[in-house]
């Protein structure tokens, strides 16, 4: 059985001509924590609020643990927070929550308290929203969307105006979640380093496009420092590589060349090996970056 | 649907007490009218068509404007977009509010005027119409339809400063036009009227004029074309996800 919890295929929005979103397929597997990365206005709160039932798209198809039939029914398994945090000011933190144990027909009150501690606000719950800081809110918004147990949790930039403490936090509760409930999440961000010690992908997205989807573990590597090598014959540039060299730290990408990330002092020495054994090298550099400029460089930092 | 009903009546008790008011209202409503010295020993008729005019109109329009502010607040603030995040089919959504607030509005708008109408009945010995009883039905009838498209109207607007002029509009400028358009020709020839009670505020004129069975059958009929334009219009726009 697949593993794909939510998947896009060439969903695309235009708001009158302009394409909002343009034919962005990625998909999120099931307990990941997948960042969906892009400048302001790049679609992110687009792309969610089509998840969410909030937009109809133009074109593509939107699949909810593995159909695009039944999406509502199957929203009903995903907590959302779109934008800033949906509260009726008027009421309390404990009625806000009250409401959506209503709304999910959950049958118990009990879980309210915990999740009010959960999230911090076990000693303001009888305070009413209005009086609360945009901090309180964001995390009263974070509880009322993991109230009803979700499977999947879609969080539009919830750290958006918090300080740094509160970032923390929301970080620190995020993985909690993932780690005793479960739960998958998709939490988008224009900043990537607030995402970095959090997510396990990243789909980049700029002017509505998938620029990359990367698994943590390949941005890691692609941020180390290492040399970049291209060869005529990647397979047997590997067993040189292990053969001749001993290096076994390397990793081939896309079956067209490998990051090494030995022996970065003496690249001569690796290329000589490779032309000694009638390969014809057709890249050879040394590379790194930091998370962020490696973002920026996919994005153009121009648009940040 | 059952979930989506609880929720709302939930929000609607709890928050900035707009339930409080519109009860309130309501009743200061009735107290206006009975210290004013009125004298409910009047004849039905004439309370039908004098103090309901007065009173119920009123007591329309305050609470009507308490109801839209509450369904216009909800887009503002966005508490109506969990409705839809939460799965539920846009049909259930509308009708969830409508049932559920609309009923209960209605019957906190309905208690005046019916309160002031049963006073009459009971205390005046002379009574003109056959069928009392039905008089208060189709008021009732009258007045949910009312709240309803007080809510479809503002579920329309999505938006607080749309949604609290609705009632002003529907009540005032749409039944003034009707008024203007109809109402000579409708004292003259009482079967041109369904136009006239699809707005309905000067409801009781008809009640003193015309055979309660076929006056319902109007009320019943007007009510439904408006609700049901309404509704389908509403629907379009859930269908069509049109939220910011």
Redesign the interface.
Known sequence: MSNIVLETKGLTKCYGKAKVVDNFSFKVEKGHICGLIGPNGAGKTTIMKMMAGLTKSNGGSLELFGTCKDLDRNRRRISFLIENPMLDINMSAYKNMEYIKYLKGIPTSEKIEDVLEFVGLGDAKDKKVKKFSLGMRQRLAIGMAILSKPEILVLDEPVNGLDPEGIVDVRKMIKRLVHEEEVTVLISSHILSELSELCTDYAIINHGCLVESITSEDLQVKCENHITLKTDDINRTATILEGKLGISKYKVFRDEEVHIFEKLDDVSTVSRAITDSGLTILKLVEEGASLEEYYLSKVGGANV | M???I??EL??FK???GYLFFMILASLLGLLTVFSTGFDTKFEFTIMLSNVTQLSYNMVLLVCGTLLTVFIGV?YN???S?????????PHKIILAKTLSMGFISALIMYIPTAVLLLASYINSGKQTIENPAMVFIILFIITLHTTISFILYAMLGRNLVLASFVPYIRLGILDLIVYMLVFQEFSEHADNKLLYITTNSQMAHLLTKTGDNKLLFIVLISSAIECAVLYILVYFVYK??K?K
């Open positions: 059952f979930n989506l609880r929720a939930y929000r709890n928050s900035g909800s603030n966005r508490m977009y969990y409705e839809i995040m939460g799965g539920n089919p069509n996800k939220f």
